[in-house]
């Protein structure tokens, strides 16, 4: 069992707040993901990091954005939250220096934007 | 750049009957293939991969997974199913870059299990 945590669980917020979602892992995995996922669809990645100080936009443009001060915290953070950041947002890690690793995904936070 | 297709948005099946779901993927070195599976309000939980090697692969929960490099095919099965067994099943494609690793997922295949 992977040891990949987000919080909150769900979240219900209205128009132009701040909001952080918070995603940490106890695996000390090198690298970290943030994907999003609408009801019923297929995950894209948002934002990645292989390292502390290293964060990536992943293949879908997302308004959020990321920091890796910490190895295993990843946290996302939405300057002015919109109904159209509603969506499921999934946190993953994995190990690894060459090839392909696991990614190990958390329970993910569902946000609702009113 | 890669891409998943998983032909079948919902599958209906019996409890105690086979199970198989397709994926089909492109990609144009060799392809590292994942299977997740993702519980109602939950993450997504690794099932099986395929690096290299024996082309049928065994995971967790008594799920397998063939790999067919000439039909681009890695196909999840199970002989039997249980109610738990519904869920979301994603395929994935894993590409190696200059920079580190990045997964494509398909769009998921929801499974529902009938008594």
């Known amino acids: 069992e992977a040891d990949i945590y987000q919080t909150p669980r769900y979240l219900v917020i209205g128009t132009g707040k701040k909001i952080t979602l918070e995603c940490s892992q106890t695996?000390?995995?090198?690298?970290m993901y943030w994907y999003q996922q609408d009801p019923g669809m297929e995950l894209h990645l948002i934002h990645y990091?292989?390292?502390?100080?290293?964060?990536e936009k992943g293949d879908l443009s997302s308004e959020s954005t990321v920091s890796r001060i910490r190895t295993e915290h990843f946290p996302l953070t939405l300057e002015s939250a919109r109904p159209s950041h509603t969506s499921q947002y999934l946190c993953?890690?994995?190990?690894?220096?060459?090839?392909?690793?696991?990614?190990?995904f958390g329970p993910g936070t569902r946000l609702l934007v009113l | 750049a890669q891409s998943v297709t998983q032909p079948d948005i919902h599958i209906t099946v019996s409890e105690g009957a086979s199970l198989e779901l397709r994926c089909n993927y492109s990609y144009g070195a060799t392809p590292y293939l994942f299977w997740y599976v993702q519980s109602p309000g939950q993450g997504l939980q690794l099932l099986l991969k395929y690096f290299s090697g024996d082309t049928l692969v065994q995971g967790i929960k008594g799920f397998e997974a063939e790999f067919k490099r000439s039909q681009s095919s890695f196909n999840l099965r199970k002989p039997s199913v249980h109610w738990s067994d519904a869920a979301e099943y994603f395929c994935a494609v894993g590409a190696v870059k200059a920079a580190g690793n990045k997964l494509t997922f398909g769009g998921g295949t929801r499974v529902l299990v009938k008594p």
């Open positions: 993953a890690s994995s190990l690894g220096r060459v090839g392909i690793e696991t990614q190990y």
């Open positions: 695996m000390g995995h090198d690298k």
């Open positions: 990091s292989y390292g502390v100080n290293s964060t």
